[in-house]
């Protein structure tokens, strides 16, 4: 298994940026494509990003392409979301999460490993 820990979330003013980090602990983090969720009060969890193992591939969900980045540093076992032009809409807990099964997923059911999550408020 794989143990994931978020950070970097807080408050930021709309149209500002923030960096949220997941770290994780196994010596095989390079072989779990990872993915960013989201979910905000009285709303399903939804994917915000994924990446594959070797950070060149990429997915978005249509709602942050273009003002969100995944990426991930495999000789530092992190994955990484850079948020960009934020909105108060993106204000959710963003959760990390591994998966071996696939290259790349987009799904929840296809993730195996979670963070406890990280609190991002965009304030209007």
């Known amino acids: 298994q794989v143990q994931l820990v978020e950070s970097g979330g807080g408050l930021v003013q709309a149209g500002g940026s923030m960096r949220l980090s997941c770290a994780a602990s196994g010596r095989t983090f390079s072989s779990y494509a990872m993915g960013w969720f989201r979910q905000a009060p009285g709303q399903e969890r939804e994917i915000v990003a994924a990446?594959?193992?070797?950070?060149?591939?990429?997915y978005y969900a249509d709602s942050v392409k273009g003002r969100f980045t995944i990426s991930r540093d495999n000789a530092k076992n992190t994955v990484y979301l850079q948020m960009n032009s934020l909105k108060p809409e993106d204000t959710a807990v963003y959760y990390c999460?591994?998966?071996?099964?696939?290259?790349?997923?987009?799904?929840?059911?296809?993730?195996?490993?979670w963070g406890q999550g990280t609190q991002v408020t965009v304030s209007s």
């Open positions: 990446i594959n193992r070797s950070g060149g591939s990429t």
């Open positions: 999460a591994a998966q071996a099964r696939f290259a790349i997923a987009t799904r929840i059911r296809d993730y195996d490993y």
